[in-house]
């Protein structure tokens, strides 16, 4: 990984601060295919670099979740960030109109494998509902600006699922 050059199709972001930054990742306009080109590059660097990668997510907490698809049955990876409740993982996403194809997959079928810091786990994604979903979705808005700030610019509920590793792999 060079510390000059991003992922391809990422710019280099010292900070991301508001969720309406235009130059964070999720502001960006992309067509399904060139976000598979813009995972395809942040996945190939990640796996290069024991979980570590420049551009847009340089200096964040990457994992890397895979699933398997809800319709296709086929295995599917993704980049999300990291975020943390003391010792629990869990991950969320700023798509604006739908909730993600991970989501999907995780409520079908818990069974997925997380990569971290060159480390692969087999996993269970815990999709919260109901009261549990409640009570985290109020700690985690409070804790996160950022997710706070998006969340009051939607009208459905932030995805919002905990991931519980176990063994390595």
Known sequence: MSDSEPVAGQQNNDE?????????????QFS??????WNDGVIEEFRANDGKVGGAYEGGTLLLLTTTGAKSGKRHTVPL???????????????EDK????????KAN???????????????????????????????????????EYQAKIERP???VILELGEQI
């Open 16 to 28: 991301i601060t508001s969720y309406d930054d235009p130059n964070a990742p999720w502001n960006q």
């Open 32 to 37: 399904e295919a060139e976000m598979a080109r």
């Open 81 to 95: 960030g990291a975020l943390h409740r003391g010792e629990t993982i869990y991950v969320s996403s700023f798509i």
């Open 99 to 106: 909730y993600p194809a991970w989501w999907f997959n995780l």
């Open 110 to 148: 818990s069974e997925a494998t997380v990569e971290m810091g060159g480390k692969t786990y087999r996993a269970t994604g815990r999709v919260l509902e109901g009261a549990d979903y409640d009570e985290f979705a109020a700690w985690a808005l409070a804790d996160n600006p950022m997710l706070a």
């Open 158 to 160: 932030m995805p919002f």
